[in-house]
Structure formats: C-alpha cells, structure tokens
C-alpha cells in the first residue's frame, strides 16, 4: 500500500506513526507542511521513508500561501499516486488534502485543531466543518475528540478512536524505589498558554512556602519562559525548579524516575502523551479535570483531578499527595496497569494499520 503521511512536522508523535506504517511493510512517503521550528525528535527518519520535497516544508503556514500549497499539493497526490493520504491536524494538513481532490483522505486530530483552534474564529469553524464534511474518514485518540469532529459534520460512522499510546519496554517503572527526603513534583509540558504550565508555577509557590522539602521539574521550553521565571523568582522559590530544557526520547525515561508526582495543568488536550509515558513509568499522575484527562485519571485510584486553571486547588492537591506519600507505591502500580490495559503502542498502532485496510477496500 503507498501512503502518503502529511503533518505538520517531525515530532516524537511523527516517528512512532511513520515507524509503524513503515513496518507494516507500506511503501510511505512522508510530507511536512511546516519547517521544524524547534526540533522535537532526535531520531532520524525511519528507514524506507520517502521524504518529499515540495513548496512546503520550509517555513510556517500562512493562510496567504494556501493557494499555492493546495496546487503543489494536487502535483504531489499526481506524481506519487497514493493509496490514501494521511494528514493532520484537521484546518492546515487535513484541509490541504482535501482541497487536492484527491480520495480517500484519512484526517486525523491531533487534539489541540478541535479542542482550541476551531474556537479562533468564524473562518477556522468554517474550515474545520469543510474538511470533516469531505474526509473518507476520521482518526483521533480521545472520545471528546471525536465528538467534536461528529459536531462538526464528520459522519460518526467513518470515526475510529485509538490511544496513540508508548513504548511499554522504553518507559517503565524505576527499578528501584527509594523515598529521599526531597518531594519531587515532575511536569514536561511545553511553556505555552494552552498547556497551563503558570498554573503549575503559582501553585507551586504556595506549596513551596509551606514545605520546605519539595522541589519541581520542568522541561520543554516556550513562550511563557520570562512569565514563569518571574512567578518564580519574584517568591524566591526559583533555586528549587530545575530548568532540563528539550530531552531526547532515549533519556526522557530517567526524568520520570526522579519524580514522585506527574503533573499536567493543561487547558486542552486529547489523549496526551506525555501522561501515558508518566503512566507507563508507574507515577501518580495529578491532572486538571478537563475531559480527555477523565478519560485516563481515577481519582484516588492512579491519581488526581483538580479544577481546571485552579492553583489554589492544584496546591491543595500537590500537599495532599505529600501527606500520603506512603501510598503513592500502591497509586503507581495502578498507573502501570492502567498503561498496559490502553496504551500500548504496539497493540494501538494496529488499530490504524485495520483502518487503512478498510479504507482501501470500501475505496
């Protein structure tokens, strides 16, 4: 089966699909829409992956150059001739193909284009509705996804629903458990508005002020850097935040291991990532309670909730973990389970290898 993989483009999430499709024994050509603007994955393009080079690829997407790329693009489908194209995030990748003419079109959320960029404005509403309503089909990793895509026009029949999960082998529990004195929250969200991560610095403020014995993590970087070193700094709490900045995949496992909690303060989100390896990993996982991270997190059970851009509730529930330290074993051996019932890559993957094959015959 030819392939052909449009996203956005070369991120941790990119390799693990072009790996799999590449496994399977496609033939697979792979399309960046975007210049990597901060690289996200250290490891080179699978093998027996084609990258393509077209008029894209260089630089951000401009609604101005969508002509030109929407032409480009039909060149490519004509040249290549694929069995299906594979793209996301729903109003640039997505769309683009579905401009082309060509079919069948698997479009693919990747949370973030129906969970906040659908809500710019009018035009990226009306986008969005255009490429459901003309897809061949739909892939996301949440339920809450998939029924924003069926709100806007995507038929809920030609909608499949996987975690995209990780590699159970390469993030797993620390093989040891010792409890030093330090409490070690753990936090590897990018330092943007969407992802909350300021929550996580106030709150860690007033946690810090009544127990001298934690300390954060944060990795990634952003556009919220200056803000959150000032929230930091200004309460005299800065030399207990560790700054590890971008973490290659091979080493990120050993970050979870020298954390006693996960935290994701996120604003929106699918099925993240970033919680399933924390998961994997055997951490308790403390989340804000939107619904995708309700989907993952039981309360008391393999973590926590709390209010949604709340750090007051994000404190009290930071120190409540703290107060059952004792526990947080037992949690972690939940989380592991909970990763090894939903998200495992290897048996998620082939959920969308079955999609492919479905596709092609209906076609």
């Known amino acids: ?25 496609h033939e697979i050509f792979f399309v960046q829409l975007e210049g990597n603007r901060r690289q996200m994955e250290d490891r080179p393009v699978p093998e027996n992956v084609t990258q393509v080079i077209w008029k894209g690829g260089r630089e951000p997407f401009r609604w101005s150059n969508l002509a030109k790329l929407a032409f480009d693009f039909r060149r490519l489908t004509k040249e290549i001739k694929p069995d299906l194209i594979h793209a996301g995030p729903i ?54 996804t998939k029924d924003k895509a069926v709100a806007c026009g995507m038929n809920p029949e030609k909608t499949v629903v996987f975690p995209w999960g990780v590699d159970l082998e390469h993030f797993k529990p620390k093989p040891f458990d010792l409890q030093p004195l330090t409490f070690t929250l753990f936090c590897n969200r990018s330092w943007e508005a969407r992802y909350g991560v300021d929550v996580l610095a106030r709150a860690f403020v007033k946690v810090a002020q009544q127990n001298e014995n934690v300390d954060l993590i944060l990795l990634n970087g952003g556009s919220q850097s200056a803000q959150l070193r000032q929230i930091l700094q200004s309460e005299g709490v800065l030399d207990r935040v560790t700054f590890g900045g971008q973490i290659s995949q091979t080493d990120l496992p050993r970050w979870y291991h020298m954390a006693d909690v996960y935290i994701s303060p996120s604003h929106v989100d699918g099925s993240s990532v970033s919680l399933m390896e924390a998961l ?15 989907e993952w997190i039981v309360e008391n059970e393999n973590g926590w909730l709390f209010q949604d851009g709340d750090a007051d509730s994000l404190a009290e529930k930071i120190l409540a973990a703290i107060s059952q330290r004792e526990k947080l074993s037992e949690i972690g051996r939940a989380s592991r389970r909970s990763a090894e019932m939903r998200a495992d890559w290897k048996k998620n993957a082939k959920v969308l290898m079955n999609s492919y094959r479905s596709l092609i015959e209906r076609n």
């Open 280 to 294: 994997a990993c055997g951490l308790p996982c403390l989340v804000s309670d939107i619904p995708a991270n309700k």
């Open 1 to 25: 089966m030819r392939i052909l993989y449009f996203t956005l483009g070369y991120s941790t999430h990119d390799y693990r699909f072009l790996k799999s499709i590449s496994d399977e024994g």
């Open 91 to 144: 109003q640039t990748c997505a769309f683009i193909a579905v401009l082309s003419g060509f079919r069948p079109v698997l479009s693919m959320s990747w949370g973030f284009d129906l969970m906040d960029d659908v809500h710019r404005s009018k035009w990226w509403e009306g986008v969005t509705r255009y490429t459901l309503k003309r897809s061949t089909f739909f892939t996301s990793d949440a339920n809450v």
